[in-house]
């Protein structure tokens, strides 16, 4: 479906954040026969519905906000209302067509798209393959779930996404490049089960992408790939140590699917990002610490590779470009201090194979782990597994809502130690007093941050105003 399907129908725009405004803005143009908005409940994310606004899409509330969606012809969500919503579950037995803005913008905009998803390494992978792009002379335009949304957006040649799984959903185009980072349960709240996340998560190379990226690292991810035949896979990364192309190639995968991109020993015996045997650049030319940045860089390679960059005839300038790599805010983000303690922000840590990750870039060094949030459910065991098996040694200070949780599942482990706070500024603060300098106090809940603040910039402020507030 199209914007220009909606000419001369009833829509309804559910949702009245920035997804529900630039929908609204869109749609209107178009010429649909009625266009209204719908908001179910109040949420941070809501603008005001006043002025221009409201005279576009009138706003329609409680009981009678229903009534409107019952009367749409075609409903457009915002990427919070999920599939668990019992509004939702009417207009599915209503038989009421439900799509969103970014469905509707990839219905025209497909071919020129690179598409990136994740349950975790998105955002990273997102702003590797923009800033790379523009590298070697080839401008997009980046936005989606980072920056702007895609209804905002201006046009381009080319156009690098982040898509959530919200934003995958919907979807009945697939862009011209897929990119794939990982698979984890997160939101089961939204989708209704982990089966049903992987299903919306995987909607995105559902419908017809040109070639399918994929970080052949994540055994989750392997899994539900060879579960979807066909697909025209490129692999970046390794397989238990060794280049991955025999599981693309088993899997049906393209022909450079043998000659993947990963990290491996290079000439000095370090490190190095290869092409198949062939060492390009020292993997120390991305500052981003941690294994997992380099799959990351990896699987960003591969889809410079499927736009049509010659990786290895650009390898100086690809290197060069990795030194100005725009800073994601709220992702490992180092912040020194006068005690020489190293705090780190990362706020954007939903899930324990996130704040995993997180943990082994600094396990080296005496670490204060700050952990918990929003509790949706989520199972803790692979962070205790990996804390035991690498015999981490760390302090976890667990905080309002999950923490408790999180705690009771490492608090046997004899290298771990376990503390309680009442709230994150308190966290902080105990932080301080149990990390000696040259340590790391690292805040990656391995939770949403709902509940207890607005959004994951809300929590990273609190935790950067409670580092200024407790330097004293």
């Known amino acids: 479906m199209q914007l220009t399907d909606l000419r001369g129908r009833r829509v309804a725009v559910w949702?009245?954040?920035?997804?529900?405004?630039?929908?609204v803005n869109a749609i209107a143009p178009v010429g649909p026969a009625d266009l209204v908005t719908v908001m179910d409940r109040e949420t941070y994310a809501a603008n005001p519905w006043t002025g221009r606004l409201?005279?576009?899409?009138?706003?329609?509330?409680?009981?009678?906000?229903?009534?409107?969606?019952?009367?749409?012809?075609?409903?457009?969500?915002?990427?919070?209302?999920?599939?668990?919503?019992?509004?939702?579950?009417?207009?599915?037995?209503?038989?009421?067509?439900?799509?969103?803005?970014?469905?509707?913008?990839?219905?025209?905009?497909?071919?020129?798209t690179v598409g990136v998803t994740g349950s975790k390494g998105k955002s990273t992978t997102t702003n590797l393959i923009s800033h790379l792009l523009g590298a070697v002379d080839r401008p997009n335009v980046m936005g989606g779930n980072i920056g702007i949304p895609v209804l905002d957006l201006p046009p381009a040649d080319r156009y690098v996404l982040e898509l959530s799984m919200y934003q995958c959903a919907d979807l009945t185009d697939s862009p011209g490049v897929a990119v794939l980072t990982s698979l984890a349960p997160e939101h089961l709240d939204w989708s209704g089960g982990e089966a049903e996340y992987y299903r919306h998560k995987l909607n995105l190379v559902g419908h017809g992408p040109g070639a399918v990226?994929?970080?052949?690292?994540?055994?989750?991810?392997?899994?539900?790939?060879?579960?979807?035949?066909?697909?025209?896979?490129?692999?970046?990364?390794?397989?238990?140590?060794?280049?991955?192309?025999?599981?693309?190639?088993?899997?049906?995968?393209?022909?450079?699917?043998?000659?993947?991109?990963?990290v491996a020993p290079g000439p000095d015996g370090t490190d190095w990002v290869r092409l198949g045997d062939q060492p390009l650049f020292p993997r120390t030319a991305l500052r981003l610490v941690g294994r997992h940045n380099g799959?990351?860089?990896?699987?960003?390679?591969?889809?410079?590779?499927?736009?049509?960059?010659?990786?290895?005839?650009?390898?100086?300038?690809?290197a060069a470009a990795?030194?100005?790599?725009?800073?994601?805010?709220?992702?490992?983000?180092?912040?020194?201090?006068?005690?020489?303690?190293?705090?780190?922000?990362?706020?954007?840590?939903?899930?324990p194979q996130s704040a995993i990750h997180a943990i082994e870039a600094y396990a080296d060094r005496p670490l204060t782990v700050i952990v918990g949030g929003e509790d949706r459910g989520v199972d803790y065991t692979p962070l205790r597994e990996f804390l035991a098996e690498h015999e981490v040694t760390a302090t976890l200070i667990g905080i309002p809502d999950s923490g408790p949780r999180i705690l009771d599942a490492v608090k046997d482990l004899g290298t771990i130690t376990t503390v309680l706070a009442d709230d994150l500024v308190e966290a902080v603060r105990l932080g301080r007093e149990r990390t000696p300098a040259g340590g790391v106090v690292l805040m990656s809940p391995a939770a949403p941050s709902y509940g207890r603040f607005d959004n994951f910039a809300h929590r990273s402020r609190v935790f950067r105003q409670a580092i200024t507030d407790t330097a004293g």
């Open 54 to 112: 409201a005279e576009l899409a009138p706003l329609h509330t409680g009981p009678a906000a229903l009534d409107a969606l019952l009367a749409a012809d075609v409903v457009v969500r915002s990427p919070v209302i999920g599939e668990t919503h019992p509004w939702v579950v009417r207009l599915r037995e209503h038989g009421t067509p439900i799509t969103s803005g970014t469905a509707l913008w990839m219905a025209e905009h497909a071919a020129a």
């Open 15 to 23: 949702g009245t954040g920035r997804e529900g405004v630039a929908a």
């Open 213 to 262: 990226v994929f970080n052949a690292n994540d055994q989750r991810l392997r899994g539900e790939l060879a579960t979807r035949p066909g697909l025209p896979l490129v692999p970046a990364g390794s397989v238990d140590g060794a280049p991955a192309g025999s599981a693309a190639d088993s899997a049906g995968g393209r022909p450079d699917a043998a000659d993947p991109f990963h």
């Open 322 to 351: 990795l030194a100005t790599l725009p800073t994601l805010e709220h992702r490992l983000t180092p912040i020194e201090d006068p005690s020489g303690i190293t705090f780190v922000d990362d706020s954007l840590s939903t899930i």
């Open 295 to 318: 799959w990351n860089l990896c699987v960003a390679l591969a889809a410079l590779r499927a736009v049509g960059v010659d990786c290895v005839a650009e390898r100086d300038r690809l």
